[in-house]
């Protein structure tokens, strides 16, 4: 069974105090590692997809990186607008397209 | 572009009642749909998923059931609801693909009463 692990629960951050979010995850033949921004009473938003350990995906103050048993999301120098909560999940050979997401974590940047 | 749509937006609702929330997709053909429960602190739950036209596969037994009449729009139903069925309900979409992203609407506050 695939399995999913984020910390810290929570995170709070100042502005520009940049951090780093963790995802550990157990599956039998990954196929994708997905990260999600999800702002209180909206839908997931999809962020970035991983395929493969050593692969990093970018997009203005996010990185996402990979390795074999856990993937990073790097903060840099975070404003208040990045407060939300971020969710990994995975995507394993056997699951029919199916995702396992983590219980996510909860940042939030004072300015 | 792909959008989703889902509705309502919220919705409170007296124990015993029946309910029908509704999921549509634009701009893309055949996708595989999917509807989540989100619980404080418990993550996302998978309810039900279908990867075609009158195809779902139910994850956890329940007093819920999915419906998928045409190719684009997802039915979630209850004949009797229950307190247990509050709770923020999410549509999802993706390609065919396992190592696809799903992408959801803004989902429906559902409240029991």
């Known amino acids: 069974e695939d399995q999913v692990t984020q910390s810290p629960e929570a995170l709070r951050l100042q502005e520009g105090e940049s951090s780093s979010l963790n995802c550990s995850y157990t599956?039998?033949?990954?196929?994708?590692l997905f990260w999600y921004r999800q702002d209180p009473g909206k839908g997931p938003e999809f962020l970035f997809t991983l395929y493969s350990a050593g692969e990093e995906k970018e997009k203005e103050r996010l990185k996402a990186t990979l390795t074999k048993k856990e993937s990073f999301l790097h903060i840099t120098a975070p404003k208040p607008e990045d407060s939300a909560t971020y969710l990994c999940a995975v995507s394993s050979a056997g699951a029919n397209s199916k995702l396992t997401f983590g219980k996510g974590i909860t940042l939030s940047v004072r300015p | 572009s792909q959008t989703i749509h889902q509705w309502p937006a919220t919705l409170v609702q007296p124990v015993g009642s029946p309910l029908s929330l509704e999921c549509t997709v634009e701009g893309t053909s055949n996708p595989n749909l999917y509807w989540y429960r989100q619980a404080a602190g418990r993550g996302l739950q998978l309810l039900f998923y279908s990867i075609g036209i009158g195809q779902i596969s139910s994850e956890v037994p329940q007093n819920l059931s999915a419906s998928r009449p045409q190719d684009r729009q997802f039915i979630l139903s209850s004949k009797k609801l229950l307190l247990s069925d509050s709770g923020f309900y999410l549509c999802a979409w993706s390609v065919l693909g396992s190592n696809q992203p799903q992408h959801f609407g803004d989902g429906t506050r559902l409240s029991i009463l």
């Open positions: 599956v039998s033949g990954l196929r994708g």
